[in-house]
């Protein structure tokens, strides 16, 4: 599987973006999705994930929105209310045998995409 992240950009606070992870390769609506982040000198860490049912970091539920269009082999990440802290390179990660317990460990995902840069100003 081949991932491919976009939508990124320099937005307000307060606004929104949505960006794009398009898979390629094998059945790509067979694989647990999830987006990740990593701000400058920090550690990457779990957003959201969709396997049949969504998962999100608590810092971001009620605000980001986790959906995917399988025919389309495309999940996507509405980020609404963003804040400057939402600032970070955002990845999409793609995982065919992922046990829910771990679904928030980068370890436990096999395909990663390049990475799409958010920036939100004050």
């Known amino acids: 599987v081949q991932l491919q992240a976009s939508g990124g950009g320099l937005v307000q606070a307060g606004t929104s973006l949505r960006l794009s992870c398009a898979a390629s390769?094998?059945?790509?609506?067979?694989?647990?999705m999830a987006w990740f982040r990593q701000a400058p000198g920090k550690e990457r860490e779990f957003v959201a994930a969709?396997?049949?049912?969504?998962y999100y970091a608590d810092s971001v539920k009620g605000r980001f929105t986790i959906s995917r269009d399988n025919p389309k082999n495309t999940v996507y990440l509405q980020m609404n209310s963003l804040k400057p802290e939402d600032t970070a390179v955002y990845y999409c990660?793609?995982?065919?045998?992922?046990?829910?317990?771990?679904?928030?460990?980068?370890?436990?995902?096999?395909?990663w995409g390049q990475g799409t840069q958010v920036t939100v100003s004050s």
């Open positions: 990660a793609a995982s065919a045998t992922l046990i829910l317990s771990t679904l928030r460990a980068g370890t436990s995902y096999n395909y």
């Open positions: 390769g094998r059945t790509a609506s067979r694989y647990a």
């Open positions: 969709i396997r049949g049912n969504v």
